[in-house]
């Protein structure tokens, strides 16, 4: 039988082992975010990729990128790491807050003091750092939400129950005021919602002083063969209203979809484009877009919906327009990449 004394010293080479292989990963992850090569495995973030790839725990993940990150601008948070003086918990702890200036300050206070007493610490000097925004189930389809919040925070949400209470003839919870206020925000501000809804109405009714609607589609993505001169003369003349007066003409046998070719201009140190360029695109393609790709990013494997954007497939400089086929939805850090591979 295995005497304990056995057992104890190959549990110390094993940890010893955990902490170089923690360590090495943390500085694997510099090169890895510079170099971005996860994108093209479709991951759309540093942290996505550690989770997916390496199968580290969400808080593994949060807590080396942190100290790998922040170990860039502050040196010595790396060097107390590695030298075993802070431990990585401890380092997490700090990375967030931790500059040059605070720098004497906090990293004894890492290397000293235990987990709790340091985050006591940190909730002193940073208040608003008090309270860790969590997201814990408690039951099926029950979820415990926490997370800090302003006095003027609560003064709004204290008013928006008081209203809401008004409405209902009983007194609102926390739950209902946040229910409420999230669809008011979804409503006006979610494009797959907006999308959904213009489709849901059979036509779109005309607003005074503006170019008919579907009219404007139409001439902006590039049907020009279908366009009247008085059709072109409207998109003329709503071009000239939004970017000022500015040479030149709109000819009937050219795509408006198509970029501009700089001409010769007859004013010293101005050039003329020879032709008009809608460069927003149509509201009515946009929703097309959006219902399509219900707002999540379209490359392998991503599916990510923070912080999504419109790409042309086809580059606008390079002739692409605002057709449908053209479009799709890109993360901003797939959409980056995307135009870093066509600029090279």
């Known amino acids: 039988m295995t005497s304990f004394e056995a057992l104890r010293q190959q549990g110390i080479r094993l940890c ?46 949060c807590n080396f990128i942190a100290i790998a990150r922040k170990s860039e601008s502050v040196p010595e948070l790396k060097l107390a790491v590695e030298q075993d003086q802070i431990t990585l918990t401890n380092a997490g702890k700090i990375a967030p807050l931790l500059t040059q200036e605070n720098k004497e300050l906090w990293l004894p206070k890492a290397a000293e003091l235990p987990k709790a007493k340091l985050e006591m610490e940190i909730k002193k000097a940073f208040p608003e750092k008090a309270v860790r925004e969590t997201i814990r189930p408690v039951a099926e389809n029950r979820l415990e939400i926490k997370f800090g919040a302003s006095a003027e925070f609560q003064r709004k949400l204290a008013r928006t129950k008081e209203i809401l209470s008004n409405q209902l003839r009983k007194s609102a919870s926390h ?22 809804r213009a489709f849901a109405k059979k036509a779109l009714l005309p607003c005074p002083g503006r170019v008919n ?17 008085e059709d072109l003369r409207e998109l003329f003349n709503l071009q000239r209203s939004r970017f000022g007066r500015f040479p030149g003409s709109l000819s009937p046998g050219r795509r408006s979809d198509s970029p501009a070719k700089a001409s010769k201009s007859p004013y010293p140190g101005r050039v003329t484009p020879s032709r008009i360029i809608p460069r927003t695109i149509p509201r009515k393609i946009l929703h097309e877009v959006n219902q399509r790709d219900r707002g999540a990013c379209q490359h392998k494997n991503c599916g990510q919906k923070h912080w999504t954007e419109v790409h042309h497939i086809k580059p606008w400089g390079l002739g692409g327009g605002h057709s449908l086929e053209n479009l799709t939805t890109l993360c901003s850090a797939h959409h980056a990449s995307v135009h870093r591979v066509l600029k090279s």
């Not at 946040?178 to 008011?184: C, K, P, Y």
């Open 16 to 61: 010893d082992d955990l902490r170089r292989n923690e360590k090495a990963i943390i500085a694997l992850l510099v090169p890895i975010e510079k170099t971005k090569g996860y994108l093209d495995l479709g991951y759309s973030s540093l942290y996505a990729f550690c989770i997916g790839d390496f199968k580290l725990s969400d808080y593994q993940a």
């Open 175 to 196: 739950e209902e005021a946040f229910e409420i206020l999230m669809d008011f925000f979804l409503k006006a501000k979610d494009p797959v919602q907006r999308a959904e």
């Open 213 to 229: 609607s579907q009219k404007r589609t139409s001439l902006e993505a590039g049907a020009s063969d279908k366009n009247s001169q």
